[in-house]
């Protein structure tokens, strides 16, 4: 019965706002990415799509995003990670970081786009889908571990990520609701809604080496 119970506690917990959520949660005796796992899975490899895998990702890029939801600076969430991180000392990130970025990297999607999509999107790229993007967020740029890490390693892998998140993500950059240092605007400035979704499409298919 009591297996009921909980399960019956996880649907009702689901279906709260993710404030009443944080309120709800005892965290007492949990280690500090216990309190993520109902949205990003225990290891980082979430199931939903409106949730973005977080296992093997760069230790540093995870960093950033928490600090950025922290401070304000990234709101595109709405509202959900904000009041997740709001409690979180310096320690406690280090350690959900740590967690998180050294779990095995997430299987890519086995739904691809066609060639000819690919091609197209490709044209509209200047002929040059791999440099454009992977000059930045190439898959095998190993993290060093003894240093701290360059501003540049704060850029993610979008390699076996949900398709469905890289594609909020590149609107939110179009739109200005998520903001971006790099050069995600004019890149994207070119796309329809389509052609992003064909390039979401195409990184989530793409296989990712561990960090
Ligand atoms: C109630 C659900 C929920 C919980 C619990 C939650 N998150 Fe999130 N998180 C989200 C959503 C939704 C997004 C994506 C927002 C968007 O679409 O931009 C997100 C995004 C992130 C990102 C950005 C990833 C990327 O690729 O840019 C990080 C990092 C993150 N969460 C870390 C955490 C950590 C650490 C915890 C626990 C302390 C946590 N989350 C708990 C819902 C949640
Ligand atoms: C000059 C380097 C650079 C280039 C070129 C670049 N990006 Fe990025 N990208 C970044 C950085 C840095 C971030 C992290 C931004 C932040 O800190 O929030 C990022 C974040 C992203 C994200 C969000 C991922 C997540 O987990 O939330 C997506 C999606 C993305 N880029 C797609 C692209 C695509 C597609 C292209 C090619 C059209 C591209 N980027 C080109 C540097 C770059």
Not at 16 to 42: F, Q, R, Y
Not at 80 to 96: A, C, F, G, P, T
Not at 121 to 127: D, I
Request: net charge neutral.
């Amino acid at each position: 019965m009591i297996y009921y119970s909980q399960a019956f506690s996880i649907i009702l917990s689901l279906s709260l706002s993710a404030v009443a959520l944080a309120d709800m949660i005892d965290d007492s005796g949990l280690e500090p990415w216990e309190t993520c796992a109902l949205c990003h899975g225990l290891y980082g490899d979430s199931a939903r799509s409106k949730f973005p895998k977080l296992a093997g990702q760069k230790a540093s890029y995870l960093s950033k995003q928490i600090k950025d939801f922290q401070s304000g600076n990234r709101t595109n969430d709405g509202g959900q990670m904000q009041s997740m991180v709001e409690s979180l000392s310096n320690d406690d990130i280090k350690q959900i970081v740590n967690w998180f970025s050294t779990q095995p990297a997430p299987k890519a999607s086995p739904d691809k786009p066609t060639q000819t999509d690919i091609n197209n999107l490709a044209a509209v790229l200047g002929g040059k889908l791999e440099q454009t993007c992977g000059t930045c967020h190439q898959a095998a740029s190993a993290e060093p571990k003894t240093k701290a890490p360059a501003p540049a390693l704060q850029i993610p892998f979008l390699h076996a990520q949900h398709a469905d998140y890289l594609t909020k993500q590149m609107t939110d950059f179009k739109t200005s609701d998520r903001p971006s240092t790099s050069l995600h605007q004019p890149l994207l400035k070119s796309m329809n809604p389509a052609q992003i979704e064909i390039l979401a499409q195409y990184y989530a298919s793409l296989a990712r080496t561990q960090n």
